[in-house]
């Protein structure tokens, strides 16, 4: 059983319109959340930390979270090709600083 | 956040040879890793680094195959032994925070023939 699902991709979405991604998480016992995008080639890049129930806007990027659901988005408005990447959820369990990766998801953004 | 450097960016290497990988962070860090990402997968923690003691290692990984040093709070080594093809991959390092968010460098590219 994986500890942390996200939704199969690729994920192709025109340029201007908003990509959505999910992830959900088997430990209820979860602390942290992270999105991290990847680009080809390339390690992974930190791009939203959350650690509460709601929302995170940072720019063109919004984290939501749900812990009762296990549960975790992140949104991208105004979607650029710039943001074709894979997008990696982690989360934090009960062991100080280890992170689970889900599998990722790819994004393409088309012009 | 930290400056994080590897070495070697990238190796082919012969099977049944070794070969170790340097991580050297800019500034002095409680948390290192070691992670695996093979080509189409997502990252794989093998080990966490542990200064001054013996790294704690994930089910599936053993130290005689990923020993790893941790000579001080800004450097770490990750050797991949007795490598096999299977071992190709790319090998990652992260340093974490207080707030559990980790940061990688630049991974090392290693194909074994």
């Known amino acids: 059983q994986k500890e942390v699902e996200q939704n199969s991709g690729p994920l192709s979405v025109p340029e201007g319109a908003i990509a959505s991604l999910n992830c959900t998480y088997s430990d209820r016992g979860s602390q942290s959340f992270f999105w991290y995008r990847q680009y080809s080639g390339k390690s992974p890049e930190l791009i939203m930390s959350i650690y509460s129930n709601g929302d995170k806007e940072d720019g063109r990027f919004t984290a939501q979270l749900n812990k009762a659901s296990q549960y975790v988005s992140l949104l991208i408005r105004d979607s650029q090709p710039s943001d074709s990447a894979t997008y990696l959820c982690?989360?934090?369990?009960?062991?100080?600083?280890?992170?689970?990766f889900g599998q990722g998801t790819i994004l393409t953004v088309h012009p | 956040s930290a400056v994080i450097s590897q070495k070697p960016s990238r190796d082919i290497c012969q099977r049944g040879t070794s070969l170790t990988i340097q991580c050297q962070v800019d500034?002095?860090?409680?948390?290192m890793f070691w992670y695996r990402q093979q080509p189409g997968q997502s990252l794989t923690l093998i080990a966490t680094a542990n200064q001054g003691s013996e790294a704690t290692y994930e089910s599936g990984f053993v130290i005689d195959k990923f020993p790893i040093s941790r000579p001080n709070l800004t450097f770490s080594t990750l050797t991949v032994s007795n490598m096999s093809p299977e071992d190709s991959s790319i090998y990652l390092c992260?340093?974490?925070?207080?707030?559990?968010?980790?940061?990688f460098g630049p991974g090392t590219r290693l194909t074994v023939l």
């Open positions: 500034s002095q860090v409680t948390m």
């Open positions: 982690a989360v934090g369990g009960t062991s100080y600083g280890k992170l689970t």
């Open positions: 992260s340093v974490g925070n207080q707030g559990n968010e980790q940061f």
